[in-house]
């Protein structure tokens, strides 16, 4: 069975950027599941692709000086991420 995806943790991905085919053994998830939320995520102008089919949040979403993304109507905090 899969981990929930409540369960997941982004600090394997922290670490430096990976190429899309490291992440499942770093955190479990299959390679069809990571590359199709990309895909959802890039449709809806989360991410952008970049260079060597890369992804990254593009830069109007994100806070100066705080590890948060602001959407709006919705600020997402990234500094609690391994909290338990």
């Known amino acids: 069975?899969?981990?929930?995806?409540s369960r997941f943790t982004a600090?394997?991905?922290?670490?430096?950027?990976?190429a899309l085919s490291h992440h499942p053994s770093c955190i479990g998830i299959p390679r069809v599941n990571?590359?199709?939320?990309?895909?959802?995520?890039?449709s809806f102008g989360l991410?952008?692709?970049?260079?060597g089919n890369l992804c990254r949040i593009p830069a109007?979403?994100?806070v100066?000086?705080?590890?948060?993304?602001?959407f709006g109507a919705v600020l997402l905090r990234l500094d609690r991420l391994d909290a338990k």
């Open 1 to 5: 069975m899969t981990k929930p995806a």
């Open 60 to 62: 109007c979403y994100l």
């Open 64 to 70: 100066p000086g705080q590890r948060a993304l602001d």
């Open 34 to 42: 990571i590359s199709k939320h990309l895909a959802v995520l890039v």
């Open 47 to 51: 991410l952008q692709r970049t260079y």
């Open 11 to 18: 600090a394997p991905l922290r670490r430096r950027r990976r």
